[in-house]
């Protein structure tokens, strides 16, 4: 069984930082994109940063410049270097994997979300 297990968030006052991380688990052939999406009370769903297998990156203006997404395809890992905070980051962060498990078909998993406050 394949699982997306997403790690540190916080609370962190506003210009300050915090590092994410996502780590994909079980019986897994091959990873393609990986992201990280959040969600603010009342908002919906929204793209943080995305990066494909081979390391292209993809960030909305909201964050470009202040966030940097990474992988580990070795572990299995991706990361979110989160900078410059401010309170309209607060939201919980949820990690994202399109990937092919073993013997299964290729699907999008999603971690359980970090909730991640950043104070004014």
């Known amino acids: 069984q394949v699982q997306l297990v997403e790690s540190g968030g916080g609370l962190v006052q506003a210009g300050g930082s915090l590092r994410l991380s996502c780590a994909a688990s079980?019986?897994?052939?091959?990873?393609?994109?990986m992201g990280w999406y959040r969600q603010a009370p009342g908002k919906q769903r929204e793209l943080v940063a995305f990066i494909t297998s081979g390391g292209s990156t993809n960030y909305p203006d909201s964050v470009k410049g202040r966030f940097t997404i990474s992988r580990d395809n070795a572990k299995n890992m991706v990361y979110l270097q989160m900078n410059s905070l401010k309170p309209e980051d607060t939201a919980i962060y949820y990690c994202?994997?399109?990937?092919?498990?073993?013997?299964?078909?290729?699907?999008?998993?999603w971690g359980k979300g970090t909730l991640v406050t950043v104070s004014s």
């Open positions: 079980g019986s897994i052939f091959s990873i393609n994109a």
């Open positions: 994202y994997a399109d990937l092919l498990p073993v013997g299964g078909y290729g699907m999008d998993y």
